[in-house]
């Protein structure tokens, strides 16, 4: 895994990850036993960790779903799945690169998985778009559905996207129609399909891969219709204005649990999905083995009546009169 950058918040945890370090290299070095020490620093450290991130404000928790170290989704597909098996194209256009899916096996069970892709550096940036797909990238994403359907096979998606590309060509080439028409034909699915925000949950390009059975959200994802930034700049004419943005706006795991919006919030290690991806990793495993159990048994009628009360129970409202 690469070398974790630091958010402000975190330059605490990174003097005491500093200290360690030198001292494990003192130790090396000069041949001495600092076991005590080591095992002091250590107990502060996780102490540390877990305060921090038991703390987060909402902007705090958007910075680390941005953080340019967090697993992406062909990290989870090496951690999380075996077998991969990338499929390419969207058989009208090209091939959308900031969308990448594919046949899979997760704990032996063949499944399509499917997610937007972001780059590690400006060179794979370019190539990913940014994590922001054009409407041939949710062609293809519509077709790999399509296709586990053909087959029988549960689909699952990874959301982490700040939107759908907003260029001038995309929007030519149909962006809007291609993100209504996946929003449709999720709906009307006949397989078991399960949607996990990742990172980022921006506005129609999260949900264009995000109608499914079930919705989870890594605890420090966000999911938002759009960004504190954009919000802040249209109410207070001032993206300065993000933090209040952000907690207005309810974009957190625990404000969208809390209004059903998702379905479960899949806890993040101490120090958070970008300081230890292996462990991040085996809770999304976890949770996604154990609800691909729960909807396997459902019939294509259960699923599709399951699904559509879902989606319509969301919202509260008051009649005026």
């Known amino acids: 895994m690469a070398t974790v950058a630091h958010l402000d918040f975190e330059r605490t945890i990174a003097d005491v990850e500093e200290q360690i370090s030198s001292l494990r290299t003192l130790a090396r070095e000069r041949g001495l036993d600092v076991s005590n020490e080591l095992l002091a620093l250590e107990r502060k450290l996780t102490g540390l960790k877990q305060d921090t ?14 953080h340019p170290k967090r697993p992406y989704t062909l990290d989870y597909l090496e951690l999380v799945f075996t ?25 032996g069970e063949t499944v399509m998985v499917l997610g937007q892709q972001k780059g590690r550096d400006m ?7 940014f994590g922001m797909p054009h409407p041939e990238g949710y062609r293809k994403a519509l077709r790999l559905m399509k296709l586990a359907e053909k087959f029988r096979r549960p689909l699952v998606t990874l959301i982490d996207t700040p939107g759908a590309y907003p260029g001038i060509g995309a929007e030519e080439r149909g962006q809007g129609e291609a993100i209504a028409r996946n929003l449709r034909e999720m709906a009307a699915l006949t397989i078991p399909s399960v949607a996990v925000v990742i990172g980022e949950g921006g506005s129609g390009g999260a949900l264009a891969i995000g109608v499914s ?34 907690t207005a706006m309810k974009i957190t795991a625990g404000d969208l649990k809390g ?14 999905a970008h300081s230890d991806w292996e462990g991040t990793a085996s809770a999304l495993r976890e949770a996604l083995v154990r609800n691909l ?28 009169g």
Not at 123 to 129: A, I, Q, S, Y
Not at 264 to 272: D, S
Not at 311 to 318: F, K
């Open 83 to 107: 077998d991969f098996v990338e499929l390419h194209g969207d058989r009208q256009f090209r091939d959308d690169a900031s969308i990448v899916g594919g046949w899979a096996r997760l704990e």
């Open 293 to 320: 159990a729960e909807l396997r048994p459902l019939g294509v009628q259960e699923l599709r009546e399951a699904r559509w009360a879902k989606y319509m129970g969301m919202g509260r409202w008051r009649q005026a």
């Open 259 to 272: 209004l059903s919006v998702i379905d479960e919030v899949i806890p993040e290690p101490a120090g958070g």
């Open 213 to 246: 059975d079930r919705v989870l959200m890594l605890e420090n994802s966000i999911y938002s219709v759009i960004s504190p930034e954009g919000c802040a700049a249209i109410l207070w004419k001032s993206g300065a204005e993000r933090d209040k943005a952000a």
């Open 53 to 66: 991130f038991a703390n987060l404000s909402p902007i705090e928790r958007v910075q680390v779903a941005r």
């Open 123 to 129: 060179k794979e940036n370019l190539l990913r778009n």
